[in-house]
């Protein structure tokens, strides 16, 4: 699983007048077996970019125009809330693919998933109730009206910097579970790989055929491949 070959078709001809059969090559494709250990470290780089994604979105509440002391017009910070809106809607579009993703892992840990699911929820009501109160404001008119939604804007920006504080640490920390269970997992393989590994040099030792020592030297290269690969993974 996880191993790459390369395929290609020949053909040859039945031309007999030539002096050999001539030959053609199909253009070489590659084909990557299925690995339930690559998905399920391409499922924990992703978590890690969403954990990036959340802290440069709680850098743009922190540095909102909505937090500045002189308060701007009305119209400008509806502008940066719409703008931190629009990134926030990425952040959840990540996010939920992220979820899809972890549905299909047959390595996930089922505990993690659910976590990762209230957390997604918890993120999407927020950032709904902020959109219905930003599309709202852009009707507003009157200068009292508009003073109230700055008030409400920012009260909503406060609240989801404390949420998106709490919430990157415990994805964080969700995180740091999988890849300790996936650091065990791999552990536990090489110390297999290695007893499989002294198996068959042992083998080898004691082989008189030619051929089967071989075809046991193959093996051990194909081990000593599969060995490397986990210890760069650790």
């Not at 031309?15 to 001539?22: C, D, K, L, V, Y």
């Not at 809330?81 to 299909?104: H, N, P, S």
């Not at 998106?164 to 110390?191: F, N, P, R, Y």
């Amino acid at each position: 699983p996880g191993e790459t070959v390369e395929c290609w078709l020949e053909v040859l001809d039945n031309n007999s007048i030539a002096e050999s059969p001539q030959k053609g090559r199909s253009a070489s494709i590659q084909l990557t077996m299925h690995s339930d250990r690559n998905q399920h470290q391409a499922i924990l780089t992703d978590h890690q970019a969403l954990i990036e994604s959340m802290i440069v979105l709680l850098a743009d509440r922190l540095e909102s125009k909505i937090t500045e002391k002189t308060r701007p017009p009305f119209d400008v910070v509806l502008s940066a809330q719409t703008q931190i809106g629009a990134y926030t809607e990425r952040m959840l579009i990540a996010f939920q693919k992220l979820l899809d993703d972890m549905v299909r892992d047959p390595l996930m840990d089922n505990n993690v998933l659910t976590d990762m699911q209230e957390l997604f929820q918890r993120q999407k009501l927020t950032h709904d109730a902020e959109i219905h109160q930003i599309k709202t404001g852009a009707l507003l008119n009157s200068k009292g009206e508009k003073k109230k939604k700055f008030k409400a804007l920012k009260e909503t920006n406060d609240s989801t910097i404390v949420q998106l504080e709490e919430d990157i640490i415990l994805i964080e920390d969700l995180w740091k579970k999988l890849h300790q269970a996936q650091m065990v997992d791999q552990s536990k393989e090489l110390v297999d790989a290695h007893a499989e590994l002294t198996r068959l040099i042992e083998s080898w030792k004691k082989e008189k055929s030619p051929e089967a020592k071989l075809k046991i030297q193959q093996q051990i290269s194909a081990f000593l491949k599969k060995v490397q690969k986990l210890m760069a993974q650790m």
